[in-house]
């Protein structure tokens, strides 16, 4: 089945450490989006790529990092500059351009301990 | 601020009540709408959108929404909900611009007794 894998499901971080956050589609498609959920304050858009090798800051791109290597894969790097970053983090895929049909990953929620 | 504005922040219904959630944006212009839900433990998943043409537009599991485009608004409504309506509900819209890209609001989570 086509869809989005985000690994792990949970994780915990030492503070002053970065992590990384999987996010891999097999749906061919062209654009990949990093969100953050935190509760009562919805999605907020962190990195987006829209093609390979290019991307593009969101609204809360501060603290964080990103690559697109691979069409497939789109990694998140939270790194130790972020300073709140214990939240829910889900990743999303579309075709691009006009087809709006975001497809979501299952999600990663992170801890600092 | 351009924004999108959900209104309902909690919204706790018994069974068989009928359920309309909020919906308003601010961007001038034309705009896409989505409603998205996500239910406990699970991926958000797109309930229904608007692009162009009939401005009451169906979705899935018996919901629908009404774009009013006078009053900015894009409410969700469902006649009669079910216990496994259960979720968090997220109204997005793409503004005009090209970015294509979806600013989402804060969610509405709605609990619905058996």
């Known amino acids: 089945d086509g869809g989005i894998t985000q690994s792990p499901k949970y994780l915990f971080r030492k503070e002053g450490q970065n992590v990384t956050l999987s996010c891999e589609q097999n749906?061919?498609?062209?654009?990949m989006y990093w969100y953050r959920q935190d509760p009562g304050q919805g999605l907020r858009l962190i990195y987006y790529?829209?093609?390979?090798?290019?991307?593009q800051k969101g609204d809360i791109a501060e603290g964080y990092s990103v690559s697109r290597e691979k069409k497939e894969s789109f990694p998140l790097t939270v790194t130790s500059a972020q300073k709140n970053p214990t939240a829910f983090y889900l990743c999303?895929?579309?075709?691009?351009?006009?087809?709006?049909?975001?497809?979501f990953g299952s999600g990663t929620r992170l801890t600092v301990v | 601020a351009q924004s999108v504005s959900q209104h309902n922040h909690h919204v706790i219904l018994s069974e068989a009540a009928s359920l309309e959630l909020g919906c308003n944006y601010s961007?001038?212009?034309?705009?896409?709408l989505f409603w998205y839900v996500q239910y406990p433990g699970q991926h958000l998943q797109l309930l229904l959108k608007?692009?162009?043409?009939?401005?009451l537009v169906k979705g899935i599991k018996g919901f629908e929404a009404e774009f009013i485009k006078s009053k900015f608004s894009f409410n969700l409504r469902k006649p009669s909900v079910q216990w496994s309506d259960t979720a968090e509900y997220f109204c997005?819209?793409?503004?005009?611009?090209?970015?294509?890209?979806?600013?989402f609001g804060r969610g509405t989570s709605l609990i619905v007794h058996p």
């Open positions: 999303a895929s579309s075709i691009g351009g006009t087809d709006y049909g975001y497809t």
């Open positions: 749906l061919n498609h062209d654009a």
């Open positions: 790529s829209q093609i390979v090798n290019d991307f």
């Open positions: 961007y001038g212009g034309t705009v896409n």
């Open positions: 608007y692009f162009s043409g009939d401005p």
């Open positions: 997005a819209v793409i503004p005009p611009g090209g970015s294509y890209i979806p600013t």
